[in-house]
């Protein structure tokens, strides 16, 4: 399907003037009743989910479309893959990939998350309308972004990690796993609060896959009640990650690849749909609605 034919588009004439303008959504507008699902839009080339398949501006506003179409409640647009072991990219180029492709579907009335790590593109999207900031730095959050957050009143996602993409994995050491992230995760809070965040723009999210190995993920997601208590919404972001690859692997085999692992990805965000988490940031948009709208039909008719 091209661009044109995705319902609320124009003639494919380029990749901002094809969509026709709709009501701009807000934080506001977003359902109450059950877990929320956030699609990914990659505008990077070395996706480790899709290789870059999203990376022409077009391909992505088109991406983004089919999500919000499909059901995403949320649309998280990232310019810089921070899997492990990939190199960084600059702000500049981050604005470069993302911006016309957030201008885009904000024109379109989708609700947009922007995936940085940095002030200066939060900044930027933010300038645009009312965005969400997901931020996986972590500990290593630029001195910068507290005061950004604090100033524009924007919802911010704090995510628990270490290090960076090229670190990260060697990071992974806990004492106690479970009362380490959360401890860290209060401590990030603590400098947002500090820097004048309400409680109220903030998400957390325990940060998968992100200076935890292996079984750390499946302890992480054993125990998210220890992770709601901090009182503050949660975000899962499990989908196609490697430690479902590796579950899924059969005879000591290799981890099966990313596409393959959205079914246990869709059992996941039953799982945590039904411990009522806030949200869950996935590839695949559709079975992962259906997921949580079936465990908010079944909970609200018990």
């Known amino acids: 399907m091209s661009i044109g034919a995705v319902p609320g588009t124009g003639p494919a004439t380029g990749p901002l003037s094809v969509v026709r303008k709709a009501s701009r959504k807000t934080f506001a507008d977003l359902p109450t009743d059950r877990t929320l699902v956030m699609g990914i839009l990659n505008v990077t080339d070395n996706s480790f989910s899709d290789g870059g398949e999203n990376f022409d501006t077009a391909k992505a506003i088109d991406h983004g479309l089919r999500m ?16 492990p072991g990939t190199q960084e990219v600059s702000p500049a180029e981050e604005q470069r990939r993302i911006i016309p492709v957030v201008e885009a579907l904000i024109k379109a009335g989708v609700y947009v998350s922007v995936d940085t790590r940095h002030t200066d593109t939060a900044r930027a999207a933010l300038e645009l309308g009312e965005v969400m900031i997901n931020d996986v730095s972590g500990l290593n959050y630029e001195p910068e972004m507290p005061k950004l957050i604090a100033e524009t009143g924007a919802r911010y996602i704090v995510m628990h990690n270490r290090g960076n993409s090229k670190t990260m994995d060697g990071l992974a050491h806990y004492e106690d796993l479970v009362r380490e992230v959360v401890a860290e995760t209060q401590q990030i809070i603590d400098a947002f609060l500090a820097a004048g965040v309400t409680k109220e723009q903030l998400i957390v999210d325990p940060g998968l896959g992100f200076s935890k190995a292996g079984d750390q993920n499946w302890q992480l997601l054993n125990n998210l009640d220890d992770f709601q208590g901090l009182g503050y919404p949660v975000l899962i972001g499990a989908s196609r990650k490697r430690f479902i690859g590796s579950m899924l692997a059969t005879n000591a085999a290799k981890p099966v690849e990313p596409r393959q692992r959205d079914h246990a990805t869709a059992a996941i965000t039953t799982q945590v749909a039904e411990a009522g988490v806030w949200g869950v940031r996935v590839h695949s948009v559709i079975p992962n609605l259906d997921a949580v709208k079936t465990v908010a039909a079944r909970q609200a008719a018990s």
């Open 68 to 83: 919000h179409y499909a059901g995403a409640d949320i649309i998280d647009v990232g310019g810089e893959s921070t899997a």
